[in-house]
């Protein structure tokens, strides 16, 4: 691990790669009392973990959960950029971060953010998917289909489209090249994984019981009912794992070991092609390495 000193040098060189300051600001919280920096993954359980450290921080409860992500909990940016980097640097400090299966991610992402005609926030983006695959201009406006919706996303050469945190990269979201972390759980083993990390920072029962909630699910569907074998080979280039940092993972039921670089993220298999199967056949996800693919 970098030096705080080095760290210090390193990140005023990333402070204007593109998405750093949103890391760095919106997705991190920080703890001096307890001596914790956690970044946060959009679709990866991140209202429940914000909600859990906001009541283990003792700060005011939030009107309505969606508030949680503005509210004005400590993150890296509140700090200099020396404290940040003994906070990433020192063994006094513990790192942690959870990440996903990217199959089930972006599937998460369009059920919320594309199927939901609520969130406003997309509509420019529905409509730009619509227009692109000649949709019939129809007064109930139909969600954009999954695949449309996926290959708009790989395709698109838009900043705003392509780093949208809810399917951006998770490496690039969680600062891989300047965070080693001590621990990296997986959202399919949240309620272990994380309190497994709450009972490391001896947080209380109250504060654990918080993050066994469940909060702002999606309608639960079989991956096979979203992907063909073509589709899920898109989403696997566009997540293909990359080499994991020389950081070894010590809670949270993670594995240090890198996934096969021919294995889909995820799955940890192939077929016998060496092309990613179909999501369908993975019945459960793989451990993930030490840092995750996408």
């Known amino acids: 691990m970098a030096t705080a000193g080095a760290l210090v ?26 001596r914790y920096v956690c970044m946060t993954v959009p679709k990866v359980a991140c209202t429940t973990v914000k909600l859990t450290l906001h009541e283990f921080e003792g700060l005011p409860r939030a009107g309505d959960w969606g508030m949680v992500h503005d509210q004005d909990s400590p993150r ?45 926030q997309y509509a420019g983006l529905r409509d730009q998917i619509r227009t692109a695959n000649s949709y019939p ?53 949240f309620v272990e994984d994380f309190t497994a990390v709450l009972r490391r920072l001896d947080a209380p029962e109250n504060v654990i019981s918080t993050a066994r909630q469940v909060t702002n699910p999606t309608t639960q569907l079989p991956l096979s009912a979203a992907y063909d074998r073509e589709l899920a080979e898109l989403v696997y280039r566009k997540y293909e794992p990359t080499s994991p940092r020389s950081a070894t993972t010590a809670t949270a039921g993670c594995s240090a070991a890198p996934a096969s670089p021919r294995s889909p993220p995820g799955c940890g298999t192939a077929s016998a092609s060496g092309r990613p199967p179909c999501p369908a056949a993975c019945a459960r996800p793989a451990i993930p390495a030490a840092m995750p693919p996408g």
Do not use: C
Request: proline share 4%; charged share 25%; aromatic share 14%.
């Open 9 to 34: 040098a390193r990140i005023e060189e990333a402070r204007h790669r593109e998405g750093f300051d949103v890391s760095w600001g919106y997705h991190s919280r920080v703890s001096v009392e307890h």
């Open 76 to 120: 890296l940016s509140s700090f200099s950029v020396s404290q940040a980097a003994d906070m990433l640097s020192s063994p006094d400090w513990l790192r942690f971060a959870f990440v996903r299966d990217p199959y089930h991610r972006i599937f998460s992402a369009w059920k919320q953010k594309i199927v939901n005609s609520w969130d406003t």
């Open 137 to 189: 201009s129809h007064t109930d406006r139909p969600a954009p289909a999954f695949g449309d919706f996926v290959r708009f996303v790989v395709e698109s050469d838009d900043p705003g489209v392509i780093l949208d945190a809810h399917w951006d990269l998770q490496t690039r979201i969680l600062l891989n090249d300047l965070i080693a972390y001590d621990a990296v759980g997986r959202f399919e083993t």
